[in-house]
């Protein structure tokens, strides 16, 4: 019988390797399969593991395969890549259980030809003596460099190398550290729903869950012993999972309270509830997003976090919004690469590729031009990512205030939470959160200002 863990890891990361989810979505499903939180734990751990070594895995199963890795099939390959990680990686599991399961999982899937070679791999495997990963020469180039590192971090070659081209070597290389660490759960406690720090820190001691308030963010709490994604704080909505890095691009956005706020990229609705908080019952808060799917993850995330007067509103993806300019402050949440969340998001690595950076860029001078038109005058345009590339934050600001009249950056500190920001702003007036230097994910924030004697915006539809 195979271990329940193990198999809904597997049906997860096929999923993953076939492009049909992201992590978040895979392991959500994968979980309704389990009802112990141990295996619930166990799950998360062999998924993002896999995922967070994928190519160091892959490296030193190679040697060992008479069939060039490429040429399998996807579930024989994700077979192969979560049993090495539970070897190398989880030494409290018997190797014997792991191999057998791996077996088990290929046969279970219709790939019983490939039994043998799944055994004779992994039987290999724990035989074999420790590898050591290549390591890049004194004056190699930097791509040189690069190709070693990635080997040993399990990061694609590219990225380093751009990396390594705007950061000293020991800092990348402590970021890529930094990215292969398990990140720990992070919540915002949520003030609408009359919580504060203190009692939920409380609350979630007595049930065995400790935590620690986060370093900067001012609602944030770090999880230090215990599983908290079932908890009833969590469903009744006292509490939201949330980087401390997301929580401080929120407080990017100047809201005061009676302030008119639009949230273009509301969706999971995170930023929403700070911006709701923000308002207070004499604000207005509308919410946008462009699927239906995304939009009730973010009615849910409302629901639940006592956000009911916030307004929902579907916005077509390339049409202008649908509102006049009257909002104090327009925030663009955009989407974008998700570079700057490896550590949380070990997936996005081996989903990125090079050329995907302008074509968000395109997208996010798009949005973000297109949002300037509903900003009233004096308000602000807040504009932020989870990317740590410059392509998609600084020069996506620039190119917008080349394009748009009216609009002049001012200091992402210059707002009510400047205090709490200061320490991330950096001399352009822009927030960046930095892996090796705060040790959070990598986030970006920029305000835009509309001056009050500006032009109009352009035309919207009424």
Same mark, same amino acid.
């Given at each position: 019988?195979?271990?329940?863990?193990?198999?809904?890891?597997?049906?997860?990361?096929?999923?993953?390797?076939?492009?049909?989810?992201?992590?978040?979505?895979?392991?959500?499903?994968?979980?309704?399969?389990?009802?112990?939180?141990?295996?619930?734990?166990?799950?998360?751990?062999?998924?993002?593991?896999?995922?967070?070594?994928? !190519?160091?895995?892959? +490296?030193?199963? =190679?040697?060992?395969?008479?069939?060039?890795?490429?040429?399998?099939?996807?579930?024989?390959?994700?077979?192969l890549r979560m049993a090495a990680y539970?070897?190398?990686?989880?030494?409290?599991?018997? %190797? !014997?259980?792991?191999?057998?399961?791996?077996?088990?999982?290929?046969?279970?899937?219709?790939?019983? !030809?490939?039994?043998?070679?799944?055994?004779?791999?992994?039987?290999?495997?724990?035989?074999?003596? &420790?590898?050591?990963?290549?390591?890049?020469?004194?004056?190699? !180039?930097?791509?040189?460099?690069?190709?070693?590192?990635?080997?040993?971090?399990?990061?694609?070659?590219?990225?380093?190398?751009? +990396?390594?081209?705007?950061?000293?070597?020991?800092?990348?290389?402590?970021?890529?550290?930094?990215?292969?660490?398990?990140?720990?759960?992070?919540?915002?406690?949520?003030?609408?729903?009359?919580?504060s720090r203190e009692a939920v820190a409380?609350?979630?001691?007595? $049930?065995?869950?400790?935590?620690?308030?986060?370093?900067?963010?001012?609602?944030?709490?770090?999880?230090?012993?215990?599983?908290? /994604?079932?908890?009833? %704080?969590?469903?009744?909505? #006292?509490?939201?999972?949330?980087?401390?890095?997301?929580?401080?691009?929120?407080?990017?956005?100047?809201?005061?309270?009676?302030?008119?706020?639009?949230?273009?990229?509301?969706?999971?609705?995170?930023?929403t509830l700070a911006y709701a908080w923000? %308002?207070?019952?004499?604000?207005?808060?509308?919410?946008? $997003?462009?699927? *239906?799917?995304?939009?009730?993850?973010?009615?849910?995330?409302?629901?639940?976090?006592?956000?009911? %007067?916030?307004?929902? &509103?579907?916005?077509?993806?390339?049409?202008?919004?649908? #509102?006049?300019?009257?909002?104090?402050?327009?925030?663009?949440?955009?989407?974008?690469?998700?570079?700057?969340?490896?550590?949380?998001?070990?997936?996005?690595?081996?989903?990125?590729?090079?050329?995907?950076?302008?074509? #968000?860029?395109?997208?996010? &001078?798009?949005?973000?031009?297109? =949002?300037?038109?509903?900003?009233?005058?004096?308000?602000?345009?807040?504009?932020?990512?989870?990317?740590?590339?410059?392509?998609?934050?600084?020069? &996506?600001?620039?190119? /917008?205030?080349?394009?748009?009249?009216? #609009?002049?950056?001012?200091?992402?500190?210059?707002?009510?939470?400047?205090?709490?920001?200061?320490?991330?702003?950096?001399?352009?007036?822009?927030?960046?959160?930095?892996?090796?230097?705060?040790?959070? *994910?990598?986030?970006?924030?920029?305000?835009?200002?509309?001056?009050?004697?500006?032009?109009?915006?352009?035309?919207?539809?009424?």
């Amino acid at each position: 019988m195979i271990a329940p863990a193990r198999r809904a890891a597997f049906a997860a990361l096929v999923e993953i390797a076939r492009g049909r989810a992201d992590l978040d979505d895979a392991l959500d499903r994968a979980r309704q399969a389990l009802s112990d939180a141990r295996d619930v734990g166990l799950l998360r751990e062999i998924v993002t593991g896999t995922l967070r070594w994928q !190519s160091r895995l892959d +490296w030193r199963l =190679a040697p060992l395969s008479r069939v060039p890795l490429a040429k399998l099939d996807v579930e024989v390959l994700v077979a192969l890549r979560m049993a090495a990680y539970q070897l190398e990686h989880l030494d409290r599991i018997p %190797a !014997s259980a792991v191999v057998h399961d791996a077996v088990a999982l290929v046969r279970a899937a219709k790939k019983s !030809s490939a039994a043998g070679l799944v055994n004779a791999v992994l039987r290999a495997l724990t035989r074999a003596a &420790v590898a050591v990963p290549p390591v890049a020469p004194a004056g190699a !180039s930097r791509a040189e460099t690069a190709a070693a590192l990635a080997v040993s971090t399990a990061h694609p070659a590219w990225l380093i190398e751009r +990396w390594l081209g705007r950061e000293p070597r020991e800092v990348v290389e402590a970021w890529l550290a930094f990215d292969n660490q398990p990140p720990p759960t992070t919540l915002r406690v949520n003030p609408l729903a009359g919580a504060s720090r203190e009692a939920v820190a409380a609350r979630l001691a007595a $049930d065995g869950i400790e935590t620690t308030p986060a370093v900067s963010a001012p609602l944030g709490l770090v999880v230090t012993d215990g599983l908290v /994604v079932a908890h009833q %704080a969590l469903r009744e909505g #006292f509490c939201g999972i949330q980087d401390e890095g997301s929580q401080l691009a929120a407080l990017v956005a100047p809201v005061t309270a009676g302030a008119r706020v639009l949230d273009v990229c509301a969706a999971p609705g995170g930023k929403t509830l700070a911006y709701a908080w923000a %308002a207070g019952a004499d604000g207005r808060v509308v919410a946008c $997003d462009v699927r *239906e799917r995304r939009l009730d993850v973010l009615r849910e995330t409302l629901r639940r976090g006592h956000a009911g %007067a916030v307004e929902v &509103v579907t916005i077509d993806e390339h049409a202008p919004l649908p #509102f006049a300019a009257i909002f104090d402050v327009v925030a663009v949440d955009a989407p974008c690469s998700g570079l700057g969340t490896l550590r949380r998001d070990p997936d996005i690595k081996w989903r990125r590729t090079p050329e995907d950076l302008q074509r #968000f860029q395109a997208r996010q &001078v798009d949005l973000l031009t297109r =949002a300037a038109a509903v900003v009233a005058p004096g308000g602000a345009l807040v504009y932020t990512t989870c990317s740590t590339e410059p392509d998609e934050n600084l020069d &996506v600001v620039t190119r /917008v205030l080349a394009a748009v009249p009216g #609009f002049t950056m001012r200091r992402a500190d210059a707002g009510p939470d400047g205090r709490i920001l200061a320490p991330f702003v950096e001399a352009d007036g822009c927030l960046r959160t930095h892996p090796v230097r705060h040790g959070l *994910e990598g986030y970006f924030g920029a305000v835009l200002v509309r001056r009050p004697d500006g032009p109009p915006p352009a035309a919207v539809v009424q």
